[in-house]
């Protein structure tokens, strides 16, 4: 009787955490839709109605509707094959990518041992009350604020669980702090990077980000399925997902889309703060950026989806800045380029398939 009890508030527990995350999705899109209906005067019922009978039908619920209907009034059709962000998150990432997904999108400190390159701008790691070497020798801690900085004027923390421009640290010799660090806890020490004049020339103050996303589709092969350009805002150091400007990408050609579109939705064709046009431009070695992250993505297989964060720097020289596993957000891809995945089989997955 006693085991039967926990399965039932265990069982109820779990349903009430997933209705959270639905409500949590909905209110979400919900103030994207207000955001839209204000910039295009109304919101197509039609668009309403299909999201509702595809959610039901392909997905099974009724949750899933609010981003296909998001995607919808974005790219002004529906469209067969898009997967809702939240229905990736609850069935996709669990399936696809599981513990090796959050481990290789949490876990910074061991992304260069995992893939093994240079591409990764590493200097050194905090781990486990101990400081590190990129090849795991223990620096004494009276000793790495010299290490740091005896090649670098500034250099960059990342906590091990940062994500979407949270946990980021930026230090020079003068404002070092190792108890700073200390309480901060595990993380990579990487320098800061000088990007390519592309990007300076539409914002010059942020490191701008080129999101790639790819996946492994079930013959072994990594193929690339979604290009975002984000570019950060005047006066910060990096790009912060609760104010930077997201472009899409042409997966082909590296061209950037005239539209861009601000944190909450709603768009520009040039960069607001140095009004620089998006039109046109192409992105330096976009091919390159491409090959390195399939090539990569071939060395960790198990992970089905990852979003690669890469940059091209002064030097032309393409670095890694971070990758996610875990739930690397589709949404704003299929909504302006989906669908990214019909192909997959994804949908399926609800059905234990």
Not at 145 to 174: A, P
Not at 198 to 208: L, N, Y
Not at 248 to 263: F, S, W
Not at 275 to 295: R, S, T, Y
Request: with cysteine.
């Amino acid at each position: 009787m006693k085991n039967i009890l926990k399965a039932v508030i265990k069982k109820a527990w779990q349903e009430e955490s997933v209705k959270r995350f639905h409500l949590m999705h909905q209110k979400e899109a919900d103030k994207i839709l207000k955001i839209l209906k204000i910039e295009n005067g109304k919101l197509n019922p039609k668009f309403h109605k299909l999201s509702k009978e595809y959610a039901q039908d392909v997905f099974g619920n009724k949750y899933f509707a609010p981003w296909l209907h998001v995607y919808s009034e974005i790219a002004g059709v529906f469209k067969e094959g898009w997967i809702p962000d939240n229905y990736y998150g609850l069935y996709v990432v669990p399936y696809k990518s599981s513990f090796f997904g959050i481990l290789n999108s949490g876990v910074k400190t061991l992304t260069m041992k995992l893939l093994n390159t240079k591409r990764l701008p590493d200097i050194a790691y905090y781990v486990s009350g101990l400081f590190f070497t990129t090849t795991w020798e223990v620096i004494p801690a009276d000793d790495i604020k010299k290490y740091l900085f005896h090649h670098h004027d500034k250099v960059v923390y990342k906590e091990d669980t940062s994500f979407q421009g949270k946990g980021i640290h930026i230090f020079t010799k003068e404002t070092f702090d190792i108890v700073k660090i200390r309480a901060i806890g595990n993380g990579v020490f990487q320098s800061y990077i000088k990007q390519h004049g592309f990007f300076d020339e539409i914002m010059p103050d942020a490191v701008a980000t080129l999101r790639l996303t790819s996946v492994i589709e079930d013959t072994g092969k990594a193929s690339c399925r979604a290009a975002i350009m984000r570019f950060g805002r005047k006066n910060d150091l990096y790009c912060k997902w609760t104010a930077d400007i997201k472009i899409p990408v042409d997966v082909q050609t590296g061209q950037i889309n005239e539209k861009g579109y601000l944190p909450d939705w709603r768009t520009v064709n040039c960069h607001p703060d140095t009004h620089v046009a998006f039109q046109g431009k192409v992105i330096p070695k976009f091919q390159d950026c491409v090959e390195m992250a399939l090539h990569m993505h071939q060395i960790i297989p198990f992970t089905r989806s990852i979003g690669w964060d890469l940059i091209v720097n002064e030097k032309e020289e393409i670095q890694l800045m971070e990758l996610n596993g875990g739930n690397n957000d589709i949404k704003f891809s299929e909504a302006t380029q989906g669908p990214c995945f019909a192909d997959m089989g994804w949908e399926n997955l609800w059905k234990g398939c």
